[in-house]
Nanobody, 125 residues
């Protein structure tokens, strides 16, 4: 089992920045690829970014490329999502997820086995 706890969400003005953190406990953090997903009200869950177990590979949704940066610190069992130039359409609940490293890095929620509870990000216009 892996337990994931997100933090860092909140209310920010458009154009502002936030850094989300996801702290993992349980099994070896470096055994897992990590992903960030978001879900806005009345919308489907959407892939945001993913990072490989080693941190060497990353993937981003087209909608956040150049705006968000995913990173991880395996010594701290934590994955981060730096979000810059935030827009009202980035408003959502952001969740981190862990998927085993024997699977390819993925943007598909079904490829992740463990999920956090999520943290709300609200961007005002």
């Amino acid at each position: 089992q892996v337990q994931l706890v997100e933090s860092g969400g909140g209310l920010v003005q458009g154009g502002g920045s936030l850094r989300l953190s996801c702290a993992a406990s349980g099994r070896t953090f470096s055994s897992y690829h990590m992903g960030w997903f978001r879900q806005a009200p009345a919308k489907e869950r959407e892939f945001v970014a993913a990072i490989s177990w080693s941190g060497r590979s990353t993937a981003y949704a087209d909608s956040v490329k150049g705006q968000f940066t995913i990173s991880r610190d395996n010594a701290k069992n934590t994955v981060y999502l730096q979000m810059n130039s935030l827009k009202p359409e980035d408003t959502a609940v952001y969740s981190c997820a862990a998927g085993p490293r024997f699977r390819a890095l993925s943007n598909i929620p079904g490829n992740y086995d463990y999920w956090g509870q999520g943290t709300q990000v609200t961007v005002s216009s």
